[in-house]
Structures are given as C-alpha cells and as structure tokens.
C-alpha cells in the first residue's frame, strides 16, 4: 500500500487541490484509491462523494481523518492512499501520519510569506526521524506559479536551492478551482489545454515512484 502525505502549515496553498488530483489520477489508472481527509474542513472528502456520482467507474473511497482510528476504515486491498494533511500542522502534529508515510508532498504558494512560513514548516519536519534518517522523501511543490512574471521565476530559482528537492512548478489556473466543484481533476479530460497543465504533473509523478521504489536488497 503507497501512503502519500500532502502537508502544509499554510493554509490556502493548494493543498487541497494536489490531494484530490494526485487520487484521481491513481483511480484513473487503474488502482484502488483512498483520500484521507484529515483538514476539518472536509473539502477532500466533498470531492470524493462528488466523483462517486460523476464518475463511478474512477471513484475514489474517502476516509475521515479527523475521527480516531481513521486507518481501520482503509480497506485491506487498498493500494494508494493520500492524505489530504490538517491545516496549520507542523511536525509534531503530523507524527502519526509520517510514521506510514512513503512519501512528503509540500505545496507551495510563490509570495515571501509563504515562503517564510515553508521554512519554519519544514525546519519542524527535520526533526521528525524518518526525515532525519533520510528514510522519508519530502518534495516540493511550487503551486499556482505565473511563469512569465518575475516573482515566480524568483521564487523557482530559491526554491532549486533549497535542501528538500522541488519536484513540479504547477501554472496558475482556474481549472483546478472549476473541475474539484464536480468531483473531478485535470486527469478527467484530454483536451490540447488540459494537457499542457498535465505536463506539469510528470515530474512530480516520476518523483513520487522513484521516492516509493523498494530499495534493492
């Protein structure tokens, strides 16, 4: 079972949005696919109740978070979960979900404070041993980035050199904003525009099964 935590102690960062498509396209290729919503907000788990209806054959089981034992709720056969993380968690908040987790995704937002508040979220991962250990990959995530402007190319050059790897510069869209009101991700569709927002999925996809691969015995 592949475990992926979408964490952040920002809110508004997207992440969210990285959740609900990292789990559509699991379902939609093909695996059995569970979104843990741990945000109180439950946006999450609207989401996948949405998709139940709308798209049943790629649907995607969602498991309340913020109740006590959550993880007895995930059925034996499950083969990707993603954890839609709590808002404003740092490390030590997000200790239980680290301890299974194969992988750390990190959104972030291209504006000095959230790159302020990102350092002190991620100083507090560092603590965490699996992440100390280096057993337990953490990624970056530079969301809704306007690649033509100067601030976003800044915020791209710093966070290239930051220790946690970036992983995926995700354009701006209104897409994102309209397809999660249906239950939907950009995964859903292949038309020539959805497509190029696809491409910038890859790299943060290749990541995720290069960070998830078994080590060689």
């Not at 919503?37 to 999450?44: H, M």
């Not at 993380?85 to 200790?95: K, R, S, T, Y």
């Not at 057993?135 to 800044?154: D, E, F, I, M, W």
Request: aromatic share 6%; with cysteine.
């Amino acid at each position: 079972m592949l475990r992926i935590l979408v964490a952040s102690s920002k809110d508004g960062v997207g992440k969210t949005t990285v959740s609900t498509t990292l789990a559509g396209y699991s379902a939609i290729s093909g695996n059995r696919t569970v979104l843990v919503d741990a945000d109180p907000q439950g946006s999450s788990g609207i989401w996948c109740e949405k998709r139940a209806i709308a798209l049943p054959d790629s649907a995607v089981l969602p498991v309340d978070g913020t109740r006590k034992k959550w993880e007895k709720r995930i059925p034996e056969d499950t083969q990707v979960v993603v954890i839609d993380a709590p808002a404003g968690a740092m490390g030590h908040d997000l200790a239980p979900y680290l301890e299974s987790a194969d992988a750390v995704v990190v959104p972030v937002l291209p504006s000095v404070l959230d790159l302020e508040a990102t350092v002190r979220f991620l100083n507090s991962l560092a603590g965490q041993p699996r992440i100390a250990q280096g057993k337990l990959g953490v990624g970056l995530v530079a969301n809704r980035l306007k690649p033509r402007t100067q601030a976003s190319q800044q915020v791209v050059e710093q966070l290239s050199n930051w220790p946690c790897k970036l992983v995926a510069q995700l354009r701006d869209t209104q897409a994102y904003v309209l397809l999660a009101g249906l239950g939907k991700c950009l995964f859903d569709y292949q038309s020539e525009n959805v497509r190029q927002h696809q491409a910038d999925w890859e790299p943060l996809l290749a990541w995720l099964r290069r960070a998830t691969k078994p080590a060689k015995k």
